[in-house]
């Protein structure tokens, strides 16, 4: 028996194949983690890359995963078959829209300029108050090491104010994603607009 859902855990990462085994083990072990935690997935409901290895985490460990896809994805076969709860938008900003609506956490694993995208996105929207979910930061094998820095540029410089570091919390590896989800303090952050 299945126990019952904490909350949504969105996760936006890659939906790339190319890419170095250890990024797609860590979205694995995230998803089997997820699951065991009691946290229902929701991504982007792509088959490859780091979107399906982070569904089958959750599926395998006998999570719950909720894909949410536009349809023009689905047209051309990009929907993950595992998923039975899918979720079919009409375009991109619709997908974004639903996805930050269900979520309770989000956490982002590496990604392209469309994993960029939602994660900036969801900062700013926090940033502005428009979202108080806990954004973690998955920084597998240092990945997200070049975009850390360029903020605290931005802060250093002066185009974001120093309490703007509280937007976003890093993890290393998917456990410590999992135990700052868990920590109560990562959903506090007082936007001063």
Not at 103 to 111: C, E, K, M, S, Y
Not at 174 to 180: C, G, N, R, S, V
């Amino acid at each position: 028996m299945k126990q019952e859902t904490r909350g949504n855990v969105c996760v936006f990462c890659a939906s790339s194949a190319n890419i170095d085994a250890s990024y797609l083990e860590a979205a694995r072990d995230l998803g089997a983690l997820l699951a065991r935690g009691g946290w229902r997935c929701v991504n982007g409901g792509g088959a490859v890359g780091l979107m399906g290895a982070v569904t089958d985490g959750a599926l395998d460990a006998d999570g719950e995963v909720t894909g949410v896809i536009p349809k023009f994805m689905v047209d051309n076969g990009w929907c993950y078959d595992r998923l039975e709860d899918v979720i079919i938008t009409a375009d991109m900003h619709q997908r974004k829209q639903m996805m930050s609506e269900m979520a309770d956490a989000v956490i982002a694993l590496p990604g392209g300029v469309g994993t960029f995208e939602e994660l900036l996105e969801t900062l700013t929207w926090r940033q502005l108050g428009l979202v108080k979910v806990p954004v973690i930061i998955l920084n597998t094998m240092g990945y997200y090491d070049s975009l850390l820095a360029m903020l605290r540029h931005a802060i250093n410089e002066g185009f974001m104010k120093p309490s703007h570091a509280r937007l976003w919390q890093v993890a290393a590896t998917p456990q410590q994603a999992i135990d700052l989800l868990d920590d109560g303090d990562t959903v506090e952050f007082e936007s001063k607009y």
